[in-house]
């Protein structure tokens, strides 16, 4: 029963400093760029892009392709780094909790 209580204790802990790592996540601002710095996006941590700049240099007559991939790199690069952040702090949450494979995070 002991072992019952000290697992619901580290459960009520998880949610607990999960609520906090997200709150963390969303405050968080991150910035990817895609042509030398032409196109910038930033995105917090918990994936909401929060703007877009682009340089006024890329900004060209009939150039609307390169500026569309470029815009287009830029956020899925913005997306895979607070991606690659949010789940580097949820394992920090999970280590040490001694989960069977796939129930991480």
């Known amino acids: 029963m ?21 709150e963390a996540l969303a405050a968080l601002e991150l910035e990817h760029s895609s042509g030398g710095g032409a196109v910038t996006v930033k995105i917090s941590g918990d994936g909401n892009i929060s703007a877009i700049h682009i340089d006024p240099k890329a900004i060209q007559a009939g150039e609307a392709e390169m500026l569309e991939d470029l815009i287009l790199t830029a956020v899925r690069g913005a997306q895979e780094l607070a991606k690659e952040t949010a789940a580097r702090e949820m394992k920090k949450l999970t280590a040490g909790l001694n989960l069977p494979p796939g129930f991480g995070f």
């Open 2 to 22: 002991a072992n019952f209580m000290k697992m619901m204790k580290q459960a009520a802990d998880m949610q607990k400093n999960m609520a906090q790592v997200q």
